[in-house]
């Protein structure tokens, strides 16, 4: 079970069950918890989420060593945490929104699709795609207003605004005036 509010992620695991966080994210665990640092992807998948991604090289995972334990993420800046529940799902987010995930989660980095997008947007080419089934939880250092938009159905936003996206949404960049 999790509970979320404006800036924590409070996880209950059961034992062997495990959670995966970005390095610096744990507030608190309780004793029955074990954490241990990986490289997750070899050495080229922790230089993409460096350098690329904007994460840490490194994730850390806490596994439960007995029958059940608690381990609580904040984000690193005020702002919201995101739940994204995936089942055989993706979800695309900002560079470095990353907080915590459980299950078969894979995380890996996305481009953005157009060039415009790119050289444009401000806010580069890079995003994070979130792939699988399990539970992600996304940080953005602003509020979160949720849309759901209908097939055709098109929405402006500022390059900086936008936190995250299913991966079917197209989109690209608008110029304003001159």
Same mark, same amino acid.
Do not use: W
């Given at each position: 079970?999790? !509970?979320?509010?404006?800036?924590? /992620?409070?996880?209950?695991? &059961?034992? +062997?069950?495990?959670?995966?966080?970005? $390095?610096? &994210?744990? *507030?608190?665990?309780?004793?029955?918890?074990?954490? @241990? &640092?990986?490289? *997750?992807? +070899?050495?080229?998948? +922790?230089?993409?989420?460096?350098?690329? &991604?904007?994460?840490?090289? =490194?994730? *850390?995972?806490?596994?439960?060593?007995?029958?059940?334990?608690? /381990?609580?993420?904040? $984000?690193?800046?005020?702002?919201?945490?995101?739940?994204?529940?995936?089942?055989?799902?993706?979800?695309? !987010?900002?560079? #470095?929104?990353?907080? !915590?995930?459980?299950?078969?989660?894979?995380? *890996?980095?996305?481009?953005? %699709?157009?060039?415009?997008? #790119?050289?444009?947007?401000?806010?580069?080419?890079?995003?994070?795609? =979130?792939?699988?089934? #399990?539970?992600?939880?996304?940080?953005?250092?602003?509020?979160?207003?949720? =849309? @759901?938009? %209908?097939?055709?159905? %098109?929405?402006?936003?500022?390059?900086?605004?936008? /936190?995250?996206?299913?991966?079917?949404? @197209?989109?690209?960049?608008?110029? /304003?005036?001159?």
């Amino acid at each position: 079970t999790m !509970c979320t509010d404006m800036q924590a /992620v409070v996880v209950s695991i &059961a034992a +062997g069950d495990a959670v995966r966080a970005e $390095a610096g &994210a744990m *507030t608190y665990m309780t004793d029955d918890i074990e954490m @241990d &640092a990986r490289m *997750t992807g +070899g050495i080229l998948g +922790g230089l993409t989420r460096k350098f690329l &991604a904007g994460e840490s090289l =490194f994730l *850390t995972y806490f596994t439960c060593a007995a029958a059940a334990g608690r /381990v609580a993420f904040s $984000a690193p800046y005020p702002g919201k945490i995101i739940r994204f529940p995936l089942q055989s799902s993706a979800m695309i !987010c900002q560079r #470095g929104s990353f907080l !915590c995930a459980t299950g078969e989660i894979n995380i *890996t980095v996305e481009f953005t %699709k157009r060039l415009g997008a #790119g050289f444009f947007g401000g806010e580069g080419f890079i995003l994070e795609r =979130f792939e699988g089934s #399990g539970e992600v939880f996304a940080h953005s250092g602003s509020t979160i207003i949720p =849309f @759901d938009l %209908k097939a055709g159905e %098109k929405l402006k936003v500022d390059t900086g605004g936008l /936190v995250a996206f299913d991966p079917t949404v @197209d989109y690209d960049i608008e110029f /304003v005036g001159g």
